[in-house]
């Protein structure tokens, strides 16, 4: 069982990373993966377009970040071996 909140950060990281793909990236693929590893659910979403050769991190990834952040998580975005990944992970102690 998670607790809701951490329930409410998976959700929001895997939504608004597979919204900005859909929005911003120049590939066909998304790719979403959620697991549990080390007492921490991470999702994974990753795409397949190019990445972009500058990029600054826009609201919807800093808020998510911000919620991730308050659970003693963190978020990496960027770059990809072969596009664009967006990976949190999110401690699972005491949920």
């Given amino acids: 069982q998670l607790t809701p909140a951490i329930e409410l950060a998976a959700f929001r990281v895997a939504t608004e990373a597979v919204s900005n793909a859909a929005r911003h990236s120049t590939g066909s693929r998304v790719d979403v993966a959620v697991d549990a590893r080390g007492g921490a659910l991470v999702i994974r979403v990753v795409d397949d377009g190019t990445p972009p050769s500058r990029w600054r991190e826009g609201i ?23 596009g664009w990944r967006v990976e949190a992970t999110i401690p699972l102690a005491g949920s």
Avoid: I, M, Q
């Fill in 60 to 82: 919807g990834l800093a808020s998510l970040r911000d919620s991730v952040t308050e659970l003693r998580g963190h978020v990496e975005a960027g770059p990809a071996d072969h």
